[in-house]
């Protein structure tokens, strides 16, 4: 028998303009980008956004077909509203200590 256990995780999704802003300025020089949008952090921003629903949308997809649980796909986004950062900033925090190999002798 399959259990369906439902719990409320608060989820943070982060879009980081300023990275996109410079990433649009640099096609600028061969023409791939229009002059009008330089220095345009507000499409930066939009951009941004479109690219979390994009993504989104094809993550839902595959949940959609069971191919993974939502676990799998939002987890590193579980927000700690108390210590405001998401599970993947924590795992960072401790250069996500005790899940990669140290070296070659742990492996089996």
Same mark, same amino acid.
């Given at each position: &028998?399959?259990? /369906? *256990?439902?719990?409320?995780? %608060?989820k @943070?999704? *982060?879009?980081? =303009?300023? /990275?996109? +802003?410079?990433? %649009? *300025? ?7 980008? =229009? ?17 979390? @629903?994009?993504? %989104?949308?094809?993550? &839902? ?5 069971? &191919? ?5 796909? +939002?987890?590193?986004y579980?927000?700690? &509203?108390?210590?405001?950062? %998401? +599970?993947?900033? @924590?795992?960072?925090?401790? @250069? +996500? ?5 140290? /070296?070659?002798?742990?492996v089996?």
């Open positions: &028998m399959t259990e /369906n *256990i439902k719990i409320n995780v %608060t @943070k999704l *982060i879009v980081k =303009p300023e /990275n996109l +802003f410079v990433a %649009t *300025i640099k096609p600028l020089g061969n023409g791939a980008l =229009p002059r009008r949008l330089r220095g345009d952090m507000d499409h930066a921003r939009r951009v941004g956004w479109r690219i979390i @629903k994009d993504w %989104t949308d094809s993550q &839902m997809a595959i949940l959609e077909t069971q &191919m993974v649980k939502i676990q799998e796909i +939002f987890l590193p579980a927000y700690d &509203m108390q210590n405001q950062e %998401t +599970f993947y900033e @924590k795992l960072e925090k401790k @250069k +996500f200590q005790g899940l990669l190999l140290q /070296n070659n002798s742990e089996s």
